[in-house]
T-cell receptor, first 114, second 116 residues
Framework: AQSVTQLDSHVSVSEGTPVLLRCNYS??????LFWYVQHPNKGLQLLLK??????LVKGINGFEAEFKKSETSFHLTKPSAHMSDAAEYFC????????????FGKGTSLLVTP | GAVVSQHPSRVICKSGTSVKIECRSL??????MFWYRQFPKQSLMLMAT?????????EQGVEKDKFLINHASLTLSTLTVTSAHPEDSSFYIC????????????FGQGTRLTVV
């Protein structure tokens, strides 16, 4: 079965420092991968997606992610954290069944300190 | 853009009553809509997949008689939590896709259900 693993449940960074949120996938075929952000009591906003095109994907708000097949990873990065980046981040994979539903990782809570 | 509107954003109901949550695609036709449930500090769990004009497909462990899903049109899906109990309190989120081949999901704002 497909699964997505977010390696850190919580990440804390200082404002202005780099952000790294880690994600590994398990699919043996070429997956479609996504990163979503969720602010408290809000829906999800798509940050970026990988669908077998360029392996370095640039998203909104300065985020990017690199697809590494050899490492089965799709880590999310940002060069410089902003206070407004504090939120919950979900890595997910397009399911092969359930009509294209998303399989979500457990989420990583990003805290940005002044 | 593609906007999905979910209503209500918050609802409090008494045990034993039913609550209906609406999910609308405002500027596109959604052939498929998904309903997820999110417990506090946890990830989203798929409850069911809803296709317009057909019965919803429920995930294992989700009671179809308790969580009634109707997808009567290409822009509207509803989730009705019947005979709600406190353990049904959760954050419910819908998403919609535009159609086959376009896999991007657009999410509603979510509904915070509290059953007292």
């Amino acid at each position: 079965a497909q699964s997505v693993t977010q390696l850190d449940s919580h990440v804390s960074v200082s404002e202005g420092t780099p952000v790294l949120l880690r994600c590994n996938y398990s699919s043996s075929y070429s997956p479609s991968l996504f990163w979503y952000v969720q602010h408290p009591n809000k829906g999800l906003q798509l940050l970026l997606k990988y669908t077998s095109a360029a392996t370095l994907v640039k998203g909104i708000n300065g985020f990017e992610a690199e697809f590494k097949k050899s490492e089965t990873s799709f880590h999310l990065t940002k060069p410089s954290a902003h206070m407004s980046d504090a939120a919950e981040y979900f890595c997910c994979e397009l399911g092969s069944n359930s009509g294209y539903a998303l399989n979500f990782g457990k989420g990583t809570s990003l805290l940005v300190t002044p | 853009g593609a906007v999905v509107s979910q209503h209500p954003s918050r609802v409090i109901c008494k045990s034993g009553t039913s609550v209906k949550i609406e999910c609308r695609s405002l500027d596109f036709q959604a052939t498929t809509m998904f309903w997820y449930r999110q417990f506090p500090k946890q990830s989203l769990m798929l409850m069911a997949t809803s296709n317009e004009g057909s019965k919803a497909t429920y995930e294992q462990g989700v009671e179809k008689d308790k969580f009634l899903i109707n997808h009567a049109s290409l822009t509207l899906s509803t989730l009705t939590v019947t005979s709600a109990h406190p353990e049904d309190s959760s954050f419910y989120i819908c998403s919609a896709t535009k159609g086959t081949g376009n896999t991007e999901a657009f999410f509603g704002q979510g509904t915070r259900l509290t059953v007292v």
